[in-house]
Each structure stands twice: as structure tokens, then as C-alpha cells.
T-cell receptor, first 115, second 112 residues
Framework: DAGVTQSPTHLIKTRGQQVTLRCSPKSGHDTVSWYQQALGQGPQFIFQYYEEEERQRGNFPDRFSGHQFPNYSSELNVNALLLGDSALYLC??????????????FGSGTRLTVV | GDSVTQMEGPVTLSEEAFLTINCTYTATGYPSLFWYVQYPGEGLQLLLKATKADDKGSNKGFEATYRKETTSFHLEKGSVQVSDSAVYFCALSDRDDYKLSFGAGTTVTVRA
């Protein structure tokens, strides 16, 4: 049973560029959440997608956008990259928007470096 | 808003030592509390959870008790192994919320 799959694993981009990160949820899960983890810090919630809609958003600018597809997979897009966007981006899937009962499953992340 | 404060690291221990990582929280509602572990190069794994006051979560020898009166969820293990070396995150999720709010993480290194 595959867990959460994220691609790519590593990425280097230049300031001002745009990037797309991808996530396939664990089998049986229908909800995807995205987190940004800066070096030495805890993950920060970016947004969550359920039923192809953004259900909740954290304190991130509009440069961060996302999408969920009918097969429940998701993309995270970041425009006009800044040096400060360098981080590990984690995807978490769950059954339903509130993962309290059944838990969130995290992927291994995409390491984004902006130069 | 909701927040989690956990003990700063790094923490270095010898094998078979006792481990405690302090975690306190601030929440407007009645949150569920979690401990996640992150091994080098990997994503987060749920270690244990508690959903209401006085609940005790336990897994792999780790324990934490939801203390509403002190707003705490301290992680403990009686005898650590080298394989317990990792970063540990305390987190909460409020009942009307869809997100996890994490602490900054505590790096634990266990030496043989």
C-alpha cells in the first residue's frame, strides 16, 4: 500500500521563477494538505484541498496556489520565487479534512532551494 | 491563535537514559494533541496522539498524557536507543480546524 508520494525530491530554482510541486495521496485518502518546513523549524500550514476545493489556508501570500485533481492528487505552485521560499515542502493526506480521527500521513517532502 | 511551545534542543543522551521533551500549548478550543517524529531524510511520522483531557497516548515505549490543567503534553521514554535519534515535533489540531500547528521541534541524539 503506497504512502504519500511527492515529486520531485529536490529542486533548485532561481529567484523570480515559478515552481510546481506534486503530491499523490495515500491510497484511500481524499484530502491533501501542504506544509512548508524551513530549516530548523516546525512545519507551517499552507493550505488544504478537499473535493477539489481549497478548504483552509494558512498565512501565506497569494504567490502560493494549489490545485486538486479528480484522482485526489494535488499540486502546489509558487510564483515569483524568493530566497525565503527555500524550504522542505511536505504533503500530508488524510481521509476527510479533519485528520484527527484517522490521522495524517506525510510524504518525505520536496527540498526546494532558491538561488 | 493556536500555538505550541516545546523544549529547545538539541538533546544528547546515552543509550538507556530517560528522555523527556516538554510541550505546552495555547488553543481557543479543545484540541487534539500529537507527537510526530522525523528521522533524517524522511517525512513526519505520527508517534502518538491524545484527543481529550487525561488521555495517554503511547507507542514504541513513548508516552504522553494530555494535561488540560497545565496545557501540556510532555513526551517521555524510559530507556532510549540509538535508533530513537530523530527530531520530535509536538503538534495540535483544534476541533473546528483542518490544520496541524507544530512546535519548532527538538533534536534528540542518542549515543551508544
Amino acid at each position: 500500500d503506497a504512502g504519500v508520494t511527492q515529486s520531485p525530491t529536490h529542486l533548485i530554482k532561481t529567484r523570480g521563477q515559478q515552481v510546481t510541486l506534486r503530491c499523490s495521496p495515500k491510497s484511500g485518502h481524499d484530502t491533501v494538505s501542504w506544509y512548508q518546513q524551513a530549516l530548523g523549524q516546525g512545519p507551517q500550514f499552507i493550505f488544504q484541498y478537499y473535493e477539489e476545493e481549497e478548504r483552509q489556508r494558512g498565512n501565506f501570500p497569494d504567490r502560493f496556489s494549489g490545485h486538486q485533481f479528480p484522482n485526489y492528487s494535488s499540486e502546489l505552485n509558487v510564483n515569483a520565487l524568493l530566497l525565503g521560499d527555500s524550504a522542505l515542502y511536505l504533503c500530508a493526506s488524510s481521509l476527510g479534512p479533519q485528520g484527527i480521527s484517522y490521522g495524517y500521513t506525510f510524504g518525505s517532502g520536496t527540498r526546494l532551494t532558491v538561488v | 491563535g493556536d500555538s505550541v511551545t516545546q523544549m529547545e534542543g538539541p538533546v544528547t543522551l546515552s543509550e538507556e537514559a530517560f528522555l523527556t521533551i516538554n510541550c505546552t500549548y495555547t488553543a481557543t478550543g479543545y484540541p487534539s494533541l500529537f507527537w510526530y517524529v522525523q528521522y533524517p531524510g524522511e517525512g513526519l511520522q505520527l508517534l502518538l496522539k491524545a484527543t481529550k483531557a487525561d488521555d495517554k497516548g503511547s507507542n514504541k515505549g513513548f508516552e504522553a498524557t494530555y494535561r488540560k490543567e497545565t496545557t501540556s503534553f510532555h513526551l517521555e521514554k524510559g530507556s532510549v536507543q540509538v535508533s530513537d535519534s530523530a527530531v520530535y515535533f509536538c503538534a495540535l489540531s483544534d476541533r473546528d480546524d483542518y490544520k496541524l500547528s507544530f512546535g519548532a521541534g527538538t533534536t534528540v541524539t542518542v549515543r551508544a
